[in-house]
């Protein structure tokens, strides 16, 4: 018996490594509004995006993201799916949103992060946009839509200021891609574009 215990007492010994981890010692959270702009099939397109999640060891966070373009994207003539005065794209996206900060205690930093999740394009009537019976709208449209999903990746960097200690400014850039985006007349390269983006972040860093 005292020989099992031994054996026993050495395997539950900790391995040792060449490099030591403290665990998790600081635990945190921030929520991001964020305003981008970019191109989409070569015209200007400005996106929205509100991205957030669970920030630890004042290093790394690991949340959700989601982002969709707000203004009037015109679609060709000859792609759209059906014929209106004003057809206009809207693109989205959402997904899984990591996030690494270099030196955060520091009044001027840097960032990187990643949202890597679905897209989505669709097309509707820009015109339609100030009518305010909705119940109306979606019975005329709901067949003209036509979403089209993907997968779609998007890396950026960012330079952070620690405006205070609740809140943070941190503009930046990053590139978008998308992959097997095969509807509403667009292709990979036409939704696949820089991005520079202007982020202010709430929480407890």
């Known amino acids: 018996m005292l020989g099992l215990g031994a054996t026993v007492s050495t395997f539950a010994q900790d391995n040792q490594t ?3 981890s403290r665990g998790i010692y600081r635990s945190g959270g921030y929520a991001a509004i964020s305003n981008k702009f970019t191109k989409i099939n070569g015209d200007y397109a400005n996106m ?36 209106a005065r004003k057809m206009t794209y809207q693109y989205g996206q959402f997904g899984l ?14 960032t990187a992060n990643l949202l890597t999740g679905a897209g989505f394009t669709m097309q509707y009537d820009r015109r339609d946009f100030d009518d305010w019976d909705w119940d109306d709208w979606d019975d005329r449209h709901d067949d003209d839509r036509d979403p089209n999903c993907f997968f779609v990746m998007e890396p950026g960097v960012q330079v952070e200021f620690n405006l205070l200690k609740w809140m943070r400014f941190s503009p930046g850039v990053s590139y978008r891609k998308a992959f097997n985006a095969k509807g509403n007349g667009l292709t990979d390269s036409d939704l696949s574009n820089v991005s520079y983006n202007l982020t202010l972040k709430l929480g407890r860093f």
């Open 48 to 83: 929205a995006e509100l991205y957030g999640g669970w920030y630890i060891n004042q290093r790394f966070l690991v949340g959700i993201g989601a982002s969709a373009t707000t203004n009037y994207i015109p679609v060709p003539a000859l792609e759209q799916n059906f014929p």
């Open 18 to 20: 060449l490099f030591q």
């Open 97 to 110: 949103m990591t996030e690494y900060v270099f030196a955060s205690t520091r009044k001027v930093h840097f």
